[in-house]
């Protein structure tokens, strides 16, 4: 069984900073990609940014230059520091951690965490 756990989040000013921190644990688990997806009200979840265990990345264009994610492979800890947050920001952000186990290519999700940015 995978646990995945974050924290952060929370309220802030337009053009504030938050950082949200995301951990993953389990036996059996060969962990390769760990990232954060976010979902608005009536919008569908979409991908924020995700990182390899190797170091590549994927941000959303939405966040270049704004959000930064960054990796402790030692802890299994993935981090999303964002800057410069806009109200359109706004959502529940969910932590994803995917790799290989017992049934091959699986993720997990963490319980989201709100996110909302005042103008």
């Known amino acids: 069984q995978v646990q995945v756990v974050e924290s952060g989040g929370g309220l802030v000013q337009f053009g504030g900073s938050l950082r949200l921190s995301c951990a993953a644990s389990?036996?059996?688990?060969?962990?390769?990609?760990m990232g954060w997806y976010r979902q608005a009200p009536g919008k569908e979840r979409e991908l924020v940014a995700r990182?390899?265990?190797?170091?590549?990345?994927n941000v959303a264009d939405s966040v270049k230059g704004r959000f930064t994610i960054s990796r402790d492979n030692a802890k299994n800890t993935v981090y999303l520091q964002m800057n410069s947050l806009k109200p359109e920001d706004t959502a529940v952000y969910y932590c994803?951690?995917?790799?290989?186990?017992?049934?091959?290519?699986?993720?997990?999700w963490g319980q989201g965490t709100q996110v909302t940015v005042s103008s």
């Open positions: 994803n951690a995917g790799g290989i186990d017992a049934h091959g290519w699986s993720d997990y």
């Open positions: 389990g036996s059996r688990f060969r962990l390769s990609a």
């Open positions: 990182i390899f265990s190797a170091g590549s990345a």
